[in-house]
């Protein structure tokens, strides 16, 4: 077994930095856009059961690029680093 072939610790690790952070950071931003849509939709009389809704899909819908991002950061860095770092002998090229 090699040094850069990975392990189920190394997904099991990748899997869950991306779950937490993008977690927080899906919950951040999507709390700030339902905070600015709420108080604009509030201002200019929208009932208080339709703001829910559509913060709440807006919310959902803002968070989804900081779910890829942080998806896109992680395993680069913690998946596709120890893949690439693999000797050509171990891969076996398609012909």
């Known amino acids: 077994m090699k040094a850069t072939e990975l392990k189920e610790i190394d997904y099991l ?3 869950a930095l991306v779950t937490v952070c ?12 339902g905070g600015i849509f709420g108080g ?5 009389g929208v009932s208080i059961r339709t703001i829910k809704v559509i913060c ?3 919310g959902f819908m803002a968070g989804l690029p900081v779910s890829y991002l ?6 680069s860095r913690l998946i596709v ?13 398609v012909t």
Do not use: E, H, N, Y
């Open 70 to 75: 942080f998806f896109r950061i992680f395993v």
């Open 56 to 58: 709440g899909l807006l």
């Open 22 to 33: 993008a977690t927080a950071g899906g919950f951040v931003v999507g709390a700030l856009i």
């Open 81 to 93: 680093c120890k893949i690439a770092g693999q000797t050509s002998d171990t891969i076996t090229p």
């Open 13 to 15: 690790k990748t899997w």
């Open 40 to 44: 604009v939709l509030g201002a200019m």
